[in-house]
C-alpha cells in the first residue's frame, strides 16, 4: 500500500528549530506535489507548506513565511520541512501529503497522508 511516514517531531523551546522529513513507500514521490500540513487540538487541519513534484513551485501560509522552509530529495523518495523561530502556536501535529496536481494555495486534492507527527513548543 502507498504510504508516508512522517518523522523528527518533538519538544523544543520557543525559538528553536526542527527538521521534519516525510518518507514515502510503495509509489514514487518524485511524481507528486508535497503539501505538509498540521492540525493543533480543537482547531481545523490548516495548509502550511507546498512543493512541485520537481521542486520548483513552492508555497507557504502567510503565518510561517520566512520561518519554515520545504524541500525534496526525490533520489531519496523524501521531503523535508525546516521550521526555525519556532512559536508556542506552531504546536501541532504535521502530515504531509501527497497530491498530483500543485495547488498554489497547497489546498486541494491529496490523495495519500501520513498519520502525522508532534511538534511541542514550549519553554
Known amino acids: 500500500q502507498p504510504q508516508l511516514v512522517e518523522s523528527g517531531g518533538g519538544l523544543v523551546q520557543p525559538g528553536g528549530s526542527l527538521t521534519l522529513s516525510c518518507a514515502a513507500s510503495?509509489?514514487?514521490?518524485?511524481?507528486?506535489?508535497i503539501g505538509w500540513f498540521r492540525q493543533a487540538p480543537g482547531k481545523e487541519r490548516e495548509g502550511v507548506s507546498c512543493?512541485?513534484?520537481?521542486?520548483?513551485?513552492?508555497n507557504y501560509a502567510d503565518s510561517v513565511k520566512g520561518r519554515f522552509t520545504i524541500s525534496r530529495n526525490n533520489a531519496k523518495n523524501t521531503v523535508y520541512l525546516q521550521i526555525n523561530s519556532l512559536k508556542p502556536e506552531d504546536t501541532a501535529i504535521y502530515y504531509c501529503?501527497?497530491?498530483?496536481?500543485?495547488?498554489?494555495?497547497?489546498?486541494?486534492?491529496?490523495?495519500?497522508w501520513g498519520q502525522g507527527t508532534q511538534v511541542t513548543v514550549s519553554s
Open positions: 501529503a501527497a497530491a498530483r496536481l500543485f495547488y498554489t494555495s497547497c489546498s486541494g486534492k491529496y490523495d495519500y
Open positions: 510503495g509509489f514514487t514521490l518524485a511524481y507528486y506535489t
Open positions: 512543493i512541485s513534484s520537481g521542486g520548483i513551485s513552492t
